[in-house]
């Protein structure tokens, strides 16, 4: 076997076409990382209909794709390269699954054909591998939406990929792919598989819990959350499927574009600054404050939060201090948009209170503003499989406060007043009382040890997390996918 390594990459969002999480920033930098190695990576993804297809080059050919008991489905593939790579990108394109207003649902819920959606995605890619003459050493699956890849390569497809290996990475285990038995004839695997050491769950199918049987080789995105969901607080009911697959288990930290996340580059912030001249961000913190209607102060301590208002990003726990935090002389900027009564709560907060704003929405400018605005970032994740946004602070030189979870604990070394060390602040019981004192605490250090908050600001500033470092850690797997392919 050559060094150079084939890879066909399949995720259902891809940063910069389409994104609603960790996963699409993974699909759009891990394969440029890898390309770097020396390795050749193809990516496919669907192509939503906000994604402009006239920027795209049309397949000449259209691509027919097997779907069991309901039939050969054609789609059209349009293709373009990842931004500031030779990777190439193909778009699966199939208005029936893929021409609607959300990825995988709307205001009503999700999708009720998801499962069809996505394991149409799945056949599509290997599909359009055999159209391409790429014979992949590895195929890379993401979630549950591709995880019935690994199964399909070794049972629908065998003859095709006889000698590939498949990876599956799990970016979040909260979302497995349960649904009908009767997506096994769809996929054409046999009913063999419908047991519950791989696709049977509840007298229906998981198949996240299919995949991570039969891949070769499975990853997550830290070393902590790998641990954690080996465990029944954060396994979903996987936890003793996962226990029994461990040898082939590993955990692998996501990187950073430190191209776009760099302080010392960042063109939406009002003034650039590294760690040897911070000067800048004291602008960038009187920008954040006449942006949001904030008092201008550059004594008051300014905590920031970027994400969605969701149960598992700890919005409750937000919420169940933020009225006792704002007693404190503390400013509090949030972004971000998810449930309803979360966004009518901080925004009827930010009405009553001068030291605290919200902009319920995205945008990605003003996440750049927050980051560099702010004196300190919020993360009281109840789990983070790897979480980007207290790596972004750090290179920003805004201290996270964050639950130990996942990522978070990998990530963020705590602040010891003894020695003044750390690069954050964390704390461990998923509680509005833990976050309050920690909070606090964190404020203290900000207001009262101005010397040992810089220290750590220039400490966290030289913290390094590369999608290069990330990448050589997947080649290892590949190789071991490799080994594993051969020995079975």
């Not at 003859?159 to 970016?171: M, P, R």
């Not at 969901?229 to 996962?242: A, K, R, V, Y």
């Not at 070394?413 to 019981?429: H, S």
């Amino acid at each position: 076997m050559s060094d150079r390594l084939k890879i066909l990459f399949t995720a259902s969002e891809v940063v910069p076409f389409e994104k609603t999480g960790g996963l699409a920033d993974v699909a759009g930098a891990l394969p440029k990382a890898l390309e770097k190695l020396g390795h050749e990576v193809v990516v496919v993804m669907p192509r939503y209909y906000n994604i402009d297809k006239s920027q795209l080059e049309m397949l000449p050919a259209p691509l027919g794709v097997p779907m069991g008991s309901l039939g050969e489905f054609w789609a059209a593939v349009y293709t373009t390269k990842l931004p500031n790579s030779s990777v190439s990108i193909y778009f699966i394109d199939y208005e029936v699954y893929f021409g609607r207003s959300g990825l995988y649902g709307d205001s009503s819920g999700g999708y009720i054909d998801n499962d069809k959606r996505f394991v149409f995605l799945s056949k599509a890619a290997l599909q359009l591998s055999k159209m391409l003459h790429f014979t992949p050493d590895i195929i890379h699956s993401h979630d549950w939406h591709t995880a019935a890849q690994p199964l399909l390569a070794k049972t629908r497809f065998v003859h095709d990929f006889a000698n590939t290996a498949t990876v599956l990475t799990i970016h979040n285990l909260q979302h497995q792919g349960y649904c009908e038995k009767s997506i096994i004839d769809v996929m054409e695997v046999g009913w063999e598989h419908f047991n519950s050491y791989e696709l049977e769950s509840l007298d229906g199918v998981n198949l996240l819990k299919g995949g991570i049987a039969v891949a070769d080789a499975v990853t997550t995105v830290s070393k902590k959350y790998a641990q954690e969901i080996q465990t029944p607080e954060f396994g979903f009911g996987l936890d003793g499927h996962i226990r029994a697959h461990n040898d082939k288990l590993f955990g692998i930290l996501n990187g950073v574009d430190y191209d776009e996340w760099n302080p010392s580059k960042d063109s939406f912030i009002a003034k650039q600054y590294d760690k040897e001249s911070m000067q800048g961000k004291a602008v960038c913190k009187a920008d954040l404050q006449q942006h949001f209607g904030l008092p201008k102060r550059d004594d008051v301590a300014l905590i920031g939060f970027v994400g969605r208002f969701v149960e598992q990003k700890g919005i409750e726990l937000i919420a169940g201090v933020l009225h006792k935090l704002l007693d404190r002389d503390i400013q509090i900027v949030m972004l971000g948009t998810g449930e309803s009564w979360a966004e009518s709560f901080f925004s009827e907060v930010a009405s009553t209170r001068e030291n605290f704003a919200v902009h319920v929405g995205y945008s990605n400018a003003l996440a750049h503003k927050i980051e560099a605005g702010s004196d300190m970032f919020l993360m009281p994740s109840i789990f983070e499989p790897c979480g980007l946004n207290q790596i972004y602070s750090l290179r920003y030189g805004t201290l996270p406060i964050v639950r130990a979870a996942g990522g978070l604990d990998d990530t963020i070394v705590n602040f010891d007043p003894q020695y003044q060390r750390g690069n954050g602040f964390k704390f461990y019981d998923a509680t509005a009382d833990a976050l309050f004192h920690t909070v606090i605490w964190a404020v203290d250090v900000y207001s009262n040890q101005r010397e040992a908050f810089q220290k750590m600001q220039h400490f966290a500033m030289s913290e390094h997390f590369s999608w290069e470092d990330s990448a050589r850690e997947y080649e290892k797997v590949y190789r071991f996918a490799l080994e594993q392919k051969r020995e079975a």
